[in-house]
Structures are given as structure tokens and as C-alpha cells.
């Protein structure tokens, strides 16, 4: 077994509540996305694991689009629109930004793009998020892309590289991982259950961590 097991923390009910609210909002975007039955790959790993960098190979090799939660919840936060200024005073008041509002992002996006196959990167973040987008948009995940690394080299990796992110300090590191296992290993563990999640060693070097990914893309 690959994690201990964890109970889902949601209700039925707050789940059919959210969908009903995202269904309202992007009713035309959620039916054109069910038609086209699109290949979503969730995409999950600690901080540092190295999924963006990998996230970049695969679209580069497989012809996916990569989609960040992360980079959509920024980029509306600076648009300046309405739900920009909601997400970010909630993000400065440190409350996390409600599924239905990213899920929305998510599939503004995936029907911008054209294309039907997609890696989500950083998403779903918790159990919640997992249960809601499913219930949402009605697909579930293809499979789950884990890259497993060992906290050590994560947090080598995350202070030695020079990106100017004002999060990569010590102690915000520390946080993150701690966010990471609470929140995110519980997914993968939901999956993994399922028979969905396809595991990388990811403290190897990119070309090598690529090399096993290929083999979980590449047509058998």
C-alpha cells in the first residue's frame, strides 16, 4: 500500500451546493467540456518535486496543455476583473480560495484551449477539491501523475534555486510541505486505491525523471 488511508472530508450536500453554484455560472463552458470527454491528468508533488519542469516536457513531446491552478488564481488575481479582487483579499486575509472559483478558472481554460488533453498541475489540492471537481465537471482524472520526493531534496532544490520567489525561505518551506502532506497525500491516496496514480521517483536527475514519465505517456 502506497499511504495510510484518510477519510474524505466533505458532505454530499456542500459538494451539490458548489456544483449547482459553477454549474450557473459556466453552464455553456461545463456541457462543451463534458461533449468533448477530455484526458485530465492530475499532476501532484511536494514543493520542489519538479512538476513544472516536467509538465513542460510532457507538452512539449505528448502535445497536452498544461494547466496550474496556482498560475490561473494569479493571473485573475492581476487581471483586476471582480473575482480577482475577491481572490486576492482572500488570499491576503489567508483564507483559501473556494473550489467552485477555481474550478471555474479550470474549465475557462480548458475550453479556450482547444485541446482535449490536459495536465492539471497543483490541483486538487484536498480531498474537497478532488470531490468537487468531480462532481462539478463530471470527469474524473485518466490517472494521477505523483512525482515522490524525499522532503530533503526538495527543500535543496527550493533554496538553491534563483527564481526570486519570495516564498523560498526556510520557514515558508517548512509550511508548505506540512500543507502538502496534510492536505494533498489524502488524494493520492484516494486514488491510489483506485488504481489511478502512476508513481515517479523524482529525486533523480530531470532527464531520468523524464525517462519514466515517457514510458506512462508513450502509446503501449
Keep these: 500500500m502506497l499511504l495510510q488511508n484518510s477519510k474524505p472530508q466533505y458532505s454530499n450536500s456542500k459538494i451539490l451546493h458548489m456544483g449547482t453554484a459553477v454549474e450557473a ?11 468533448k470527454k477530455p484526458a485530465v491528468v492530475f499532476v501532484l508533488g511536494g514543493p520542489g518535486s519538479g512538476k513544472g519542469t516536467q509538465c513542460a516536457n510532457i507538452v512539449q513531446q505528448f502535445g497536452y496543455t498544461h494547466l496550474s491552478a496556482g498560475d490561473l488564481l494569479r493571473a485573475e488575481k ?3 476583473s471582480e473575482n480577482g479582487t475577491m481572490i486576492d483579499n482572500m488570499i491576503k486575509e489567508g483564507q483559501i480560495v473556494p473550489s467552485e472559483v477555481t474550478i ?12 482535449d488533453k490536459f495536465l492539471i498541475d497543483g490541483f486538487p489540492r484536498n480531498e474537497e477539491n478532488r470531490a468537487a471537481f468531480e462532481n462539478v465537471t463530471g470527469i474524473e482524472p485518466a490517472f494521477v501523475l505523483f512525482f515522490d520526493c524525499p522532503e530533503e531534496e526538495m527543500e535543496r532544490r527550493l533554496l ?3 527564481q526570486g520567489r519570495k516564498d523560498d525561505n526556510i520557514d515558508t518551506i517548512k509550511k508548505r510541505f506540512k500543507v502538502f502532506l496534510e492536505s494533498s497525500l489524502p488524494v493520492i491516496t484516494y486514488y491510489d486505491a483506485r488504481g489511478k496514480v502512476r508513481k515517479i521517483d523524482a529525486a533523480r536527475s530531470i532527464e531520468q ?5 515517457k514510458t506512462i505517456f508513450e502509446p503501449k
Excluded: D
Aim: hydrophobic share 30%; charged share 20%; glycine share 8%.
Design 25 to 35: 455560472s459556466s453552464q455553456g463552458a461545463n456541457v462543451s467540456i463534458i461533449e
Design 78 to 80: 492581476e487581471s483586476g
Design 104 to 115: 471555474k478558472l479550470l474549465q475557462r481554460a480548458m475550453q479556450e484551449s482547444g485541446n
Design 160 to 162: 538553491s534555486r534563483n
Design 209 to 213: 525523471v523524464f525517462e519514466s514519465v
